[in-house]
C-alpha cells in the first residue's frame, strides 16, 4: 500500500514539473518571436534583386557606350570620304580611252609616251611601263634589244625614237618572227596584268581578230629571225583593225 502510494506521488510530480517546463517554454518562444518582429526593417535587406539591378545597368552603360563610339567611328569615315576628290563622269569615260590626240605635241601635253609593245601612243593609264621596259630587254641583239627594220631586205634600222616620230606620218618599220610572237604574249601578259594593276587595255589589241592572228603567227615555222611582217605606228589605240589574212 505504501509503495502504490509513493508511485503516484512521483507521477504527480513529475506530470507538474513537465507541464511547468511546457508553458516556460512557451512564454520564452512567444517573447523571442514579439522581439524578432519588432526588429527595424533594415535588418532584412533583399539584396538579390539590387544586384541583378546594378548588373542590368552596367550592361546597358556598356552597350551604349559602344554605340556612341560606333557612330563616332561611322561618321568621322564619311567625313574622310567627303575629302576624297571624286572623279566625274567624264573623267572615268576618260580612262577608257587610250586615245593621244591627233599629233605629238598633243600626246605629250596628255602624258603619252610611244609604247613599243603596242606600237601606239598611250597614255598613263594604258601604258605598263614595266610589261613595256622589259620587252624591249627580250629581244635578239645587245642588251636584249630588237631590230626595227627599214625594208623587208633588213638594209636598214629605226630607232625607238624614229619608231615614236612616225605618229604624223603613220609611217611602217618591218619585224621579225621572232619580235611578232613577243609582241602577241607581251600585249597578253599586260592584259593579264591589267586585273591587279588596274592598267587600261587599249581596244586595238583587244579583239578576236587580233588573237586569231598571233594564232596564225604560232603555227608559222619561219625562221625566228626571218623578217617576215610589216607594222605601222598607230595613231588611236582605240581604233579596232581589221586583220588581214597571212
Known sequence: MANHFRAQMREAFFKNNKEQDVER????????????TDLPQEQFPITQPAKKYHRYVGVFVKVLLYALATIGIISLGLKAW???????????????SCFCGNSIAEAEALGCVYDTVSVHW??????DAEVTKEFNHAGPGPDGQWYYYTDKEGT?????????????TNGSFWVTHEWHIAHC??????QSRSRSTGITFEK??????HIAHCEKMFRRRDALETITAVTRVGRNADLVPLFAED
Open 25 to 36: 517554454e512557451n512564454i520564452l518562444y512567444s517573447q523571442t518571436s514579439a522581439s524578432d
Open 82 to 96: 567627303e575629302t576624297v576628290p571624286k572623279r566625274s563622269a567624264l573623267q572615268q569615260t576618260n580612262l577608257q
Open 122 to 127: 598611250l597614255p598613263p593609264h594604258c601604258h
Open 156 to 168: 636598214g634600222l629605226f630607232t625607238i625614237e624614229d619608231l615614236g616620230s612616225m605618229f604624223h
Open 185 to 190: 604574249t607581251y600585249l597578253w601578259r599586260k
Open 204 to 209: 586595238v589589241w583587244d579583239t578576236p581578230g
